[in-house]
């Protein structure tokens, strides 16, 4: 009975998708489709636009702009029959897929690394998970800066936005833990270890500690910053990081954004420069997951702006 009744459930869904699927070969002769074409269509469709954001992060999305431009250009050259031209641009595609494979080695390092934990989903995860620890991480460090700066200890932060870190966290040691104010505080204590070096942020998560930060070549800068300020100040130019910085000899606090350093920050307004850079940051990569995939393409990077105080 149990089975009949399946029967006459599927049967009218079976009928109707028939139906449909008559319809619109007798009107389009063109369009052959199945439903498993269909199936096919959605999930690459999927996948594709995925790997897209995921690309977008990095700075390896720009060389994926640059490479759609190159098949148009290939394209436009094909059809105004542009022979030597198209010949040139048929050899570095055909010579370039080693090139490719080099330029894109960290993020498919990374997802042939997920895919072999388990953790595949990761991949495609949304980013309301991260927002949330992003939050959370954000209130941890302004209340371990508070006593930092109070006690004159030297910490160095780095919060990773879209231009992945890797090449840094490999100069420390590499963690993944949560952002506690009790963690910064040991690591930051200067008969720590890992004190004499930046502490990596991605996602909210602490990736590495210990790490080595290049030094601004910039020699406009006051000499009474130390090699902690300078350091700071040459990870925001070499990337579009934030990095919060307490000077052990004042205690001030401080921020690096974009080449510009903003000092003496209180507490208060350290969280609220932090808010606004990094979970706005998030908001706007939460309502970019609506874009189409050419705006993925084609959009540019959001460029940050500071003043020095």
């Not at 390092?109 to 953790?119: K, N, W």
Request: net charge neutral; proline share 2%.
């Amino acid at each position: 009975m149990m089975k009949n009744f399946k029967e006459n459930e599927v049967g009218p869904v079976a009928e109707l998708f028939h139906s449909l699927q008559m319809f619109v070969q007798s009107n389009f002769p063109l369009l052959q489709i199945q439903l498993a074409d269909l199936l096919d269509i959605a999930i690459l469709s999927f996948v594709i636009y995925k790997l897209l954001w995921m690309l977008r992060k990095t700075s390896s999305g720009r060389v994926l702009r640059g490479l759609l431009i190159l098949l148009l250009s290939m394209a436009l050259s094909s059809a105004l029959r542009l022979t030597a031209t198209s010949w040139l641009l048929d050899k570095v595609v055909q010579t370039g897929l080693l090139v490719l494979v080099v330029l894109f080695q960290p993020e498919i390092r990374r997802f042939l690394e997920r895919m072999g934990s388990g953790r595949l989903g990761l991949v495609f995860a949304s980013t309301k998970e991260a927002g949330q620890e992003m939050d959370t991480a954000i209130g941890q460090t302004c209340e371990a800066y508070t006593d930092l700066s109070r006690d004159k200890v030297g910490a160095l932060m780095v919060f990773e936005r879209q231009n992945l870190l890797d090449d840094v966290i490999k100069t420390g040691t590499a963690l993944d833990c949560r952002v506690s104010s009790e963690l910064l505080k040991n690591i930051f204590w200067n008969k720590a270890p890992l004190h004499d070096g930046a502490v990596i942020v991605r996602d909210g998560r602490i990736v590495g500690a210990g790490c080595m930060l290049p030094l601004s070549g910039n020699v406009n800068l006051s000499r009474d910053l130390g090699m902690r300020h300078r350091a700071g100040i040459g990870m925001s130019e070499h990337s579009d990081a934030v990095v919060v910085i307490v000077s052990e000899e004042t205690g001030s606090i401080s921020a690096a954004v974009g080449g510009m350093l903003k000092r003496h920050l209180a507490p208060e307004t350290l969280e609220r420069l932090l808010r606004n850079e990094l979970l706005n940051d998030k908001q706007e990569e939460k309502r970019g997951g609506q874009l189409p995939l050419v705006g993925l393409l084609l959009s540019g990077g959001k460029k940050e702006e500071g003043e020095e105080l």
